[in-house]
T-cell receptor
Framework: GDSVTQMEGPVTLSEEAFLTINCTYTATGYPSLFWYVQYPGEGLQLLLKATKADDKGSNKGFEATYRKETTSFHLEKGSVQVSDSAVYFCALLYGSSNTGKLIFGQGTTLQVKP | GAGVSQSPSNKVTEKGKDVELRCDPISGHTALYWYRQRLGQGLEFLIYFQGNSAPDKSGLPSDRFSAERTGESVSTLTIQRTQQEDSAVYLC???????????FGDGTRLSIL
């Protein structure tokens, strides 16, 4: 079945460092891909999305490119801030179903130190 | 309010008791989803509502779990005879239409003693 795999956390970086959080997926058909973020004490928020191959989603300095050839959707940011500390979830929209349910990775905790 | 509202925010109960969790969707959002997030894990899909019908219940882990929805409004997730493995954060999400993103509530943190 469809699945999402994220790199293990926690990821600990210093402020202004470059961030990559790896995400790969297995899916039938052509899923849409998402990154959600969960800040401490808050609910999940959509960070960015891409709906087809080679699309690049971007928001708040974060970017991710939908790579069909490598079945990947890695999240990147050039210069992280302490306020980016959160749990990041990669997710796919179940492509062969019209229910719209999301399949999530296990989440990656990012800690940014000043 | 403008967002998805869930109540209670925290629930502590004894093993064997029944619990009811509530989700108030964003007005006009026809699709509603329940997910479960166990500690250190990703979200697991439980059930999907379109209006007040549930075409996909495939994620409900056992017959102790059930859910209802009133029209395109409130949904309740009920867990009967709770077990310790039911401890998790239960998240509700709603969506306006096909292709629209899901908007999540803050969740209910359920702890079974």
């Amino acid at each position: 079945g469809d699945s999402v795999t994220q790199m293990e956390g926690p990821v600990t970086l210093s402020e202004e460092a470059f961030l990559t959080i790896n995400c790969t997926y297995t899916a039938t058909g052509y899923p849409s891909l998402f990154w959600y973020v969960q800040y401490p004490g808050e609910g999940l928020q959509l960070l960015l999305k891409a709906t087809k191959a080679d699309d690049k989603g971007s928001n708040k300095g974060f970017e991710a490119t939908y790579r069909k050839e490598t079945t990947s959707f890695h999240l990147e940011k050039g210069s992280v801030q302490v306020s980016d500390s959160a749990v990041y979830f990669c997710a796919l929209l179940y492509g062969s179903s019209n229910t719209g349910k999301l399949i999530f990775g296990q989440g990656t905790t990012l800690q940014v130190k000043p | 309010g403008a967002g998805v509202s869930q109540s209670p925010s925290n629930k502590v109960t004894e093993k064997g008791k029944d619990v009811e969790l509530r989700c108030d969707p964003i007005s006009g959002h026809t699709a509603l989803y329940w997910y479960r997030q166990r500690l250190g894990q990703g979200l697991e899909f439980l059930i999907y509502f379109q209006g007040n019908s549930a075409p996909d219940k495939s994620g409900l882990p056992s017959d102790r779990f059930s859910a209802e929805r009133t029209g395109e409004s409130v949904s309740t997730l009920t867990i009967q005879r709770t077990q310790q493995e039911d401890s998790a954060v239960y998240l509700c999400a709603t969506r306006k239409g096909v292709g629209e993103p899901q908007h999540f509530g803050d969740g209910t943190r359920l702890s079974i003693l």
